[in-house]
Nanobody, 118 residues
Framework: QVQLVESGGGVVQAGGSLRLSCAAS????????MGWFRQAPGKEREFVVE????????YYADSVKGRFTISRDNAKNTVYLQMNSLKLEDTAVYYC???????????WGQGAQVTVSS
């Protein structure tokens, strides 16, 4: 139904910036809340940020607030994660996900590796 593919991952120096994209296929992302999660080496998956389908609400984890920005372009069926002032601890596999209102996330991308080097 909904397939999500992340892109834009790579290696960046600490303090640098990177933008991730998540393209959806199968159906429009309109009326779906979108989120970004990440899983660092040796750690459990954690919530990063969420955006409502209309982009009128966003929720950021404290660890990324002020540094990361989520946005979406429903016409292009794409959600973005702009990451600034990257830290070593931001190194992780980043996953985009989608959910309908009042439901758990049910669609997940395959992940994009982000490595922050010193």
């Amino acid at each position: 139904q909904v397939q999500l593919v992340e892109s834009g991952g790579g290696v960046v120096q600490a303090g640098g910036s990177l933008r991730l994209s998540c393209a959806a296929s199968g159906r429009t992302l309109s009326n779906y809340a979108m989120g970004w999660f990440r899983q660092a080496p040796g750690k459990e998956r954690e919530f990063v940020v969420e955006i409502s389908w209309s982009s009128d609400s966003t929720y950021y984890a404290d660890s990324v607030k002020g540094r990361f920005t989520i946005s979406r372009d429903n016409a292009k069926n794409t959600v973005y994660l702009q990451m600034n002032s990257l830290k070593l601890e931001d190194t992780a596999v980043y996953y985009c996900a989608a959910r309908t209102r009042l439901h758990n996330y049910e669609y997940w991308g395959q992940g994009a590796q982000v490595t922050v080097s010193s």
